[in-house]
């Protein structure tokens, strides 16, 4: 996309004055979508550059992508060949770029295939109700090591490992066992030692984890696996051994996911005092090197071929690149054009990421950390528009409960031809992100834009519970889900309505899963918002948690409390209970395929919400399921959305939009 700095663009002299929200925009549901893809997983291999490009206009499909040396792009896999892992549900982690080949896990059987001589996908397991992840070569014994997940035992919790998978025979081992959940295997220079992480229940990856390392005998076997690090108290984020062998690993024990190196990590920690001991801190910051684990394969470091690290920090809502030399203590930043960057692959002396800007959306780009000179790999959209068009996020910290702050950025409307009529002030969408530990970032959103070019301005909050703030500011949420978000993104939009830039009688919300559960809950136990948008939300939580996935089977312990010990307050944060309640219009978009979520949740609040006579809608998409990747899919809930708020804000969209059934309006 080209763009330029909206901010300081005047208005045409012949603006037209219509309703916020009508404005015609050349920003089309169809243009968001058809010309967009999702990257992921850049690797860098030694004949080119690799990643993933989810595509809507493929129904989804993750193709596996390469850059030649010679600057040619190429599909490596075809339909109907998807390279996505169903581990965790959330998946990651599903394509490994080796000396031995590479390899990616196909969505549609769970099985391994790797690129035989032809470039044609050949099958490496053959074994049902299995899923992989997180795979990496061992060269020396002609095998890979990865997570593993068993889902062969009907009606009980999968079971998680980390196994061997012979390249000649397909055959799989299971190597480290006993923990709910491993993740990131990596082996030691001179193939003699593995690390990884574990964590059990009740805690997710971004509560507690543990470092382990063993020796690999010469048969492959691993030796007793020692602790090196990590507690249910301290969160861990990505084991990695230098070119001499030093074991190095991130860990929030200040209170911030900083770098550090592992002392000794052939001793192992014998005692809890040890593991304390056990770790070196490189260069101490209040800031973020680390992320929380929804999706395996996640990187923020990784080692130039003379030691030093190459890194990501997250500070301040911006994220940074930065070298820092073990040798000299130094930490030197790189300057980049990007406010924020992610899944970092180090190779001699360059890198790869995935980064965006407030202008641009996502890229792959290859810079060289010697010369400083980068390049743009690949883009996610194809898709230009005039500058003008494009609403800049503007970092606020705003007051909320209990005499704290909390973070989000503000997108004003953003339209040459258009002014609001005299007097008024736009409407304003609150956006919730998923997770909840997860955050949003100042980078170029197409459906963010989608919005402000129609006249709405737009705040997406990192209510407290959001990474990129913390360990503290992450533990906002523990035993408060439903109450700390909800009030955050309450207060995100009195700021805004204090400082007189958006209309307090034109207010909506939306969110995606744990972002809808925020929604439900605004409209449930607030009179606040005179909409809600919910994608996949939480209605029920106690029906969430006899109905949902092992990896977040144990989640809501720490965000709620221990069930069925506290089911009163299970039921007491579901808005499924306090429909009596709500007073505003509300539409509900659901996958009928969703696994994390299930359908029922949203069927069971419509259900309760159009008996009540609100303003509700439900839509249904077939074939999809925790998160839309079909574009016809994501096109239409754009598009019906749009038309719900002009329904109930009282305008008309620009756009020639199919109706929605909208009961009781």
């Not at 925009?25 to 291999?45: D, M, N």
């Not at 998680?160 to 993740?183: E, M, Q």
């Not at 996610?380 to 800049?392: F, K, L, M, P």
């Not at 509300?586 to 008996?611: C, H, T």
């Amino acid at each position: 996309m080209n763009s330029t700095d909206s901010s300081s663009s005047p208005k045409a002299a012949s603006a037209i004055y219509a309703a916020f929200g009508s404005w015609k925009s050349p920003i089309t549901a169809a243009l968001v979508v058809g010309e967009s893809i999702r990257l992921g997983q850049p690797r860098i291999g030694a004949d080119g550059i690799y990643w993933t490009e989810g595509r809507p206009q493929e129904k989804g499909r993750n193709a596996l992508v390469r850059l030649r040396a010679g600057g040619e792009v190429e599909d490596l896999t075809a339909a109907p060949f998807d390279a996505a892992t169903r581990a965790h549900e959330y998946g990651g982690g599903s394509i490994a770029v080796t000396t031995a080949g590479v390899f990616f896990s196909n969505f549609k059987d769970q099985q391994v295939y790797t690129l035989d001589a032809s470039g044609q996908p050949k099958t490496v397991t053959q074994t049902d109700g299995l899923r992989y992840a997180d795979l990496i070569a061992d060269p020396v014994r002609g095998r890979l090591i990865g997570v593993c997940e068993d889902h062969r035992q009907s009606g009980h919790e999968p079971v998680n490992t980390l196994v061997s998978i012979d390249l000649a025979t397909g055959k799989t081992a299971v190597i480290a066992d006993g923990h709910d959940f491993f993740s990131s295997p990596c082996i030691s220079p001179d193939g003699t030692q593995l690390a990884w992480l574990t964590w059990d229940h009740p805690d997710m990856p971004w509560d507690g984890t543990e470092l382990w390392v063993a020796e690999i005998a010469a048969n492959g076997a691993l030796g007793t696996p020692r602790r090196a690090a990590g507690s249910n108290s301290e969160s861990l984020f990505q084991p990695a051994w230098s070119p001499a062998g030093d074991l190095h690993v991130v860990s929030d024990r200040s209170g911030w996911w900083n770098l550090y190196r592992v002392r000794n990590s052939a001793s192992g920690a014998a005692d809890a005092q040890a593991a304390d001991d056990a770790l070196e801190a490189l260069h101490p910051m209040d800031a973020e090197f680390g992320k929380p684990q929804w999706v395996f394969g996640m990187t923020t470091y990784g080692f130039t071929d003379d030691g030093r690290i190459a890194c990501l920090y997250e500070q301040n809502g911006s994220t940074h690149l930065a070298v820092y030399d073990p040798s000299t203590r130094t930490f030197d930043e790189v300057p980049t054009a990007y406010s924020t960057m992610r899944d970092l692959e180090v190779s001699a002396q360059r890198v790869v990421f995935i980064g965006s800007s407030p202008t641009a959306g996502e890229a792959i780009v290859e810079l060289d950390l010697g010369t400083r000179v980068s390049r743009i790999v690949r883009k996610s959209d194809r898709a230009e528009v005039d500058g003008r068009y494009v609403s800049i996020a503007e970092p606020i910290r705003f007051p909320t409960e209990g005499g704290l702050h909390a973070h989000a950025f503000f997108y004003p409307p953003a339209n040459p031809d258009f002014n609001g009529p005299d007097g008024t002030l736009p409407p304003l969408i609150v956006i919730a992100h998923g997770g909840p530990t997860s955050a949003t970032h100042s980078g170029f959103k197409w459906q963010i834009q989608y919005w402000t070019s129609r006249g709405f301005g737009v705040v997406d909050v990192n209510y407290g519970g959001s990474s990129g703030h913390g360990r503290a500011y992450r533990q906002r949420l523990n035993g408060q889900w439903g109450i700390v978000d909800v009030n955050d993104a309450i207060n995100a939009a009195r700021y805004l309505i204090g400082q007189g830039r958006v209309n307090e009688n034109a207010l909506a919300v939306r969110g995606g899963s744990a972002g809808g559960y925020l929604v439900l809950c605004a409209l449930a136990f607030h009179d606040f918002f005179k909409a809600g948008t919910s994608y996949y939300g939480v209605a029920d939580l106690e029906a969430l948690m006899k109905d949902t996935h092992k990896f977040e089977s144990r989640y809501m312990v720490r965000l709620v409390g221990p069930y069925p010990e506290e089911r009163a307050l299970f039921q007491a944060r579901s808005p499924i209970h306090f429909v009596d309640r709500m007073s505003s219009a509300m539409i509900l978009f659901q996958g009928a395929d969703d696994k994390v979520v299930p359908p029922n949740q949203a069927e069971s609040i419509y259900q309760a919400v159009r008996a009540k006579g609100l303003p509700v809608a439900h839509v249904l998409y077939e074939g999809e399921g925790h998160g839309f990747k079909r574009a016809e899919n994501i096109t239409h809930s754009l598009e019906a959305e749009l038309y719900f708020y002009g329904k109930v804000f009282g305008f008309e969209p620009a756009d020639k939009i199919e109706p929605v059934p909208i009961d009781n309006i």
